[in-house]
């Protein structure tokens, strides 16, 4: 008798690996249930569901040119009922999207102000922009003296 992609048999189990299980089809033929094909549900220890001299109906996914047979339980079982998902993303309410800020950079009303602006409340622009050329200058030696320690820098730099 050959055996036929799709057709449906009983077998007995022969055999459980970690992998899947081997099902004697009579006629000296022998087929795999890959641990994927044993149920409808997750299945990490096959011997939780099936046993060794287990008749078990299988139905036939494949055959190769060496032969080898692979079967599976899950087919033949009835599939369950589970309830229908909602298309990915429909079903959720959407997040709103708002791009990070830090602290001290944000506020209420949305405009942008810093520590600068705090301290300069009513200054001239001319007042303003060297209160503005010193701040930056002074960040500048700050992070060149952070940046020459990091590196193992002594004094300049090296060409």
Not at 36 to 45: G, I, L, Q
Not at 68 to 92: N, Y
Not at 100 to 112: F, L, P, V, Y
Not at 119 to 136: A, H, I, P
């Amino acid at each position: 008798m050959a055996i036929e992609v799709g057709s449906v048999l009983e077998g007995t189990v022969t055999g459980i690996t970690k992998f899947g299980a081997f099902v004697d089809l009579g006629n000296k033929q022998t087929g795999l249930v890959h641990i994927s094909e044993v149920a409808n549900e997750y299945v990490e220890n096959i011997s939780d569901f099936i046993k060794e001299q287990d008749t078990v109906k299988v139905k036939v996914l494949s055959v190769d040119e060496k032969g080898k047979i692979s079967l599976s339980i899950k087919q033949t079982q009835p599939k369950p009922e589970s309830a229908p998902r909602a298309p990915k993303g429909e079903g959720r309410e959407p997040k709103e999207f708002r791009p990070r800020q830090h602290e001290a950079h944000s506020r209420a009303d949305g405009n942008r102000r810093n520590s600068f602006d705090r301290k300069s409340g009513g200054m001239s622009f001319e007042d303003k922009m060297s209160r503005f050329l010193k701040d930056s200058e002074e960040r500048l030696t700050d992070l060149k003296r952070n940046t020459e320690s990091k590196r193992g820098g002594r004094g300049g730099r090296r060409d």
